[in-house]
Each structure stands twice: as C-alpha cells, then as structure tokens.
C-alpha cells in the first residue's frame, strides 16, 4: 500500500471518529438540558406543594388536639359568623384574628398549588408509579376537603384567588387579608372559614380527621419522591426544640393568653383545661395524635434559678460562694543558723 493510500484512509477514519464523537457529545448534551429542565418543573410544583401540605396538616392538627383536650381551640373562637370579618382593620387581622384568618389563608395556599399541580402534570415527569400517585393523593385530599363542606369546585376559586397575576406569586398573608374584608371576594372563602369555626367549637372532628389523614399520606409521598426528609417530623419539631419558657415569635414567657408555635403564639385572651393561665412561652409536648402539640410549660429547672441576694435577717447561705484570698499571711521570723539562707538576711 502507497503513502497516499495510507493517507486517505487515515483522514477518512479521523473525519468518521470526530463525527461520531460529536454526535454521541451533542446527544448527551440534550440528554443533560432535558433531565435539568425536568427536574427544575417538578422541584418547582412539587417543592411549594410539599410545603404547603405540611403547613397545613400541622395548623389543623393543633385544632385537633386542643379539641380532643379541651373540647375547642379558643384562639380560633373570635367570630360567629365569617361575614363578621367585613370591615375588621389590619388591627384585627394582626392581632385577635390572626389564628383564624391565617388558617385560612393557609388552606387557600395550599388549594393554589394543588390546582396548579394538577393543571401542569402532563408536563411533569415523575419516576416509577409516581406519575399516576401523585393525581389520585391529590384527588383524595381534594375529596377529604370536600366532606367538611369545601366542594371541589369552590377548592379550585379558593386557590385562584390566592394566586396574585401576572406575577404568578402567592398572595402574603396581608394581601390575602385584603380580600377577606371585600364581601365579594371573602364569600368564596366562607367554607373554609365556615369549618374552622365549627372545629374550633368541638364540631366536626370526623371531617377534620378525614382531612388530617389524606395530608399525611400526601406529604409523605411528595417527601419519597423528592428524596427529602420527613417534612411533617421536621415541620413539627420546629414548634418543640426551643429554650424552655421563650416563644417563637417573640421569646416571652408564661402569661395570659392562650396559643402555640408560630403566629399562634400572639392570639390574645385566656386559655381554657389545663393549660389556663399559660401563655406564649408553652411548650409543646407529645401527644397520641401524629402531631406534637402544646402543652403546659414544665416548671424551672431549680438549678437555673436565681440566688437571692443574703439580707440581714437571711440564714446561711445555701449555696457555697468562693472566699476571696486574703493575701500572704506573716509567719515566724527565720531564725539564724543551717539554712538561714532561705529567709532575708539576718543583718550583721
């Protein structure tokens, strides 16, 4: 074989390994945009709606366990009726109402991502079974919600009305607010106020439990599929490993008032059961339900009290303080002879 055949094959197999080489790179490269272009859409609806869920279980599992202790929730115990809400300022919102009306701006949140979730899953591409899990967990919940009287339709109004255009973003809790004092927005709103109030008052516990367990079962799905930790624990394990006697919001200890975790912990007026008379600082304590709930606050530990200052009429002491060091104290003059040398000179 000559030279120039030599070269010709050599060229012909270079030019067949490069293009080779770079359609197998652009491939892989339309492989990796895909899978990230896939995995931001999922983390983007599946992330706010695992989120939301555990806000949700956890605000209505407060409900349910003062009611199984207490036979109400007072924080929650502020309106008769929903359309009692017209009018009220940013006062009331901020202050006595804020359980009840963040409660509901909560479950409308959550029926906005679950509508948006719902909208957008032909485009979600989920592992496994995960992609026909997903509809029917949602669907179950949706069906949880409407047994307390929150019909499937008006779920999906709520949600859009929590939604801000054109941004795309959830309302905040003040704007939400907004709406509710405007009689004909607040009227799409009045079923979930409507159950709210009937759990505060010891009704409906069959439904609010119904509720509960299609939330878990959603959260712990969403926590499988993301490959993340267990969102309800964790969510309700913020509300139990804080300093003993402080609150969450504010870091105050017991008083009046009746409430727990979050902007719980600012409801005003007086608790009811055995938790009367303890306010913001309670902490919360384990309980039958899946939910760690509050409870009354332990009472100090006596190595952390205060010393009280000794007066004249006090008794001993009954911690030992430290006695300070008087100094070097005189002793006997050194004498002369062996090991004089040791002291100061004895002078001729």
Avoid at 2 to 31: E, H
Avoid at 184 to 199: C, G, K, Q, S, Y
Avoid at 276 to 298: C, Q, T
Wanted: aromatic share 6%.
């Amino acid at each position: 074989m000559d030279a120039l055949s030599v070269t010709l094959i050599s060229a012909v197999t270079s030019g067949a390994i490069s293009l080779t080489l770079a359609w197998v790179s652009g491939r892989q490269q339309r492989r990796d945009s895909e899978r990230v272009q896939r995995e931001t859409r999922t983390m983007a609806y599946l992330n706010p709606l695992r989120w939301h869920t555990a806000e949700v279980h956890h605000r209505l599992s407060l409900y349910a366990t003062s009611v199984d202790r207490d036979g109400c929730y007072p924080p929650a115990q502020v309106l008769a009726d929903p359309r009692e809400m017209e009018g009220k300022g940013a006062d009331w919102f901020a202050g006595k109402g804020v359980v009840l009306g963040s409660s509901v701006w909560m479950t409308a949140c959550l029926f906005a991502q679950m509508t948006r979730t719902r909208h957008d899953l032909p485009f979600l591409r989920l592992a496994g079974n995960d992609d026909t899990r997903l509809p029917g967990l949602l669907q179950k919940v949706h069906a949880a919600f409407a047994a307390c009287e929150i019909y499937y339709a008006t779920q999906s109004s709520i949600g859009t009305d929590a939604l801000l255009e054109p941004e795309g973003r959830l309302r905040s809790y003040r704007e939400f607010c907004d709406l509710l004092a405007e009689p004909d927005r607040r009227v799409w709103a009045d079923p979930v106020t409507w159950f709210l109030i009937a759990v505060a008052h010891g009704e409906r516990r069959p439904a609010l439990q119904r509720a509960l367990d299609a939330l878990s079962e959603l959260s712990a799905f969403l926590d499988d599929s993301l490959a993340g930790g267990a969102s309800l624990r964790a969510r309700h394990g913020a509300e139990i490993h804080r300093p003993r006697g402080g609150s969450p919001v504010t870091g105050a200890g017991t008083g009046a008032g009746a409430g727990a975790g979050g902007d719980l912990g600012a409801a005003a007026g007086a608790g009811s059961g055995p938790d009367a008379g303890v306010g913001r600082g309670r902490v919360p304590s384990l309980s039958p339900h899946p939910i760690p709930v509050p409870g009354p606050d332990p009472s100090p530990d006596p190595v952390l009290r205060p010393i009280p200052a000794p007066g004249p009429n006090s008794g001993p002491d009954p911690v030992p303080r430290p006695t300070p060091d008087p100094g070097p104290r005189p002793g006997p003059e050194p004498s002369a002879g062996p090991g004089a040398g040791q002291g100061p000179d004895p002078g001729p």
